[in-house]
């Protein structure tokens, strides 16, 4: 299944010792495929160097980079669907543009897609992630 992590949930998901690392798992041995833009790796980087250290996410960008089941998605529309954060955006791009299942996001930003009849773009969270991931085991 196709899914774009929103950075508040990778952050979340990428530690050994997360109760969510079993999604971070499921882009590495091929469950699910994590859908990535330039945009949303640049953000990731970013934000990872802030919350842990420079090294950690290196480490992380290149197992993205380097992982088969990463899909580079090229965005060719803006919808802006989000205005109170207007930066969020390009996580809902990237899905649409790749076709994703889901956005994994606990941002309540998110929350005006139930009211979006096009393009229609799912939310979960992280519980419910990890749910659908338990399920498909």
């Known amino acids: 299944m196709k ?4 950075t508040n949930c990778l952050i979340q ?7 969510y690392h079993d999604l971070w798992m499921s882009f590495i041995d091929g469950r699910n495929f994590l859908c990535v833009t330039t945009e ?13 250290t420079e090294n ?3 480490l992380v960008l290149e197992v993205i980079l380097n992982n088969p089941h990463t899909l580079f998605i ?9 205005t109170s ?17 889901y956005i ?12 979006v009849k096009f393009p ?4 979960v969270g992280l519980d419910e992630a990890m749910q659908m991931i338990s399920n498909k085991n």
């Not at 998901?13 to 109760?19: D, K, N, Y």
């Not at 954060?85 to 299942?101: Q, Y």
């Open 104 to 115: 994994v996001t606990e941002d309540h930003h998110y929350d005006v897609l139930g009211n």
């Open 120 to 123: 229609k773009v799912a939310i």
């Open 85 to 101: 954060d207007p930066d969020d955006n390009k996580f809902i791009d990237c899905a649409v543009a790749a076709g994703a299942k």
């Open 40 to 52: 949303i790796l640049n953000e990731y980087v970013e934000i990872l160097q802030r919350e842990t």
């Open 3 to 6: 899914l774009v992590i929103d």
């Open 74 to 82: 090229n965005t060719f529309y803006k919808f802006n669907l989000i």
């Open 13 to 19: 998901c990428v530690s050994r010792r997360s109760r």
């Open 56 to 58: 950690f996410a290196s």
